[in-house]
């Protein structure tokens, strides 16, 4: 069985950092996209950064420049720094498999003003 398991939410002022981790289980990892989404509360979730197999990544706009997404093929990981936080970044984050669409259970992210 997949599973992917968020890490590393949490509080943060404006302007600081934090970076989060997924792990991945149960699957081969290193052929699939892997991405991170975030939503907000009576909003879709929304992509913030997605990263090939082969290590190419594209990034929302709203983030480009402040966060970078990577991945370590042989531990299972995808992990998401993100700097320069803005409290328009509190949301919850999640980690995608993307050709399976497979999906953690997510980690909140509250940045303060």
């Known amino acids: 069985q997949v599973r992917l398991v968020e890490s590393g939410g949490g509080l943060v002022q404006a302007g600081g950092s934090l970076r989060l981790s997924c792990v991945v289980s149960g699957s081969l990892f290193s052929p699939y996209t892997m991405a991170w989404y975030r939503q907000t509360p009576g909003k879709q979730r929304t992509m913030v950064a997605q990263i090939t197999s082969g290590g190419e990544t594209s990034y929302a706009d709203s983030v480009k420049g402040r966060f970078t997404i990577s991945r370590d093929n042989l531990k299972n990981t995808v992990d998401l720094q993100m700097n320069s936080l803005k409290f328009e970044d509190t949301a919850v984050y999640y980690c995608?498999?993307?050709?399976?669409?497979?999906w953690g259970q997510g980690t909140q992210v509250t940045v303060s003003s």
């Open positions: 995608q498999e993307a050709l399976h669409d497979y």
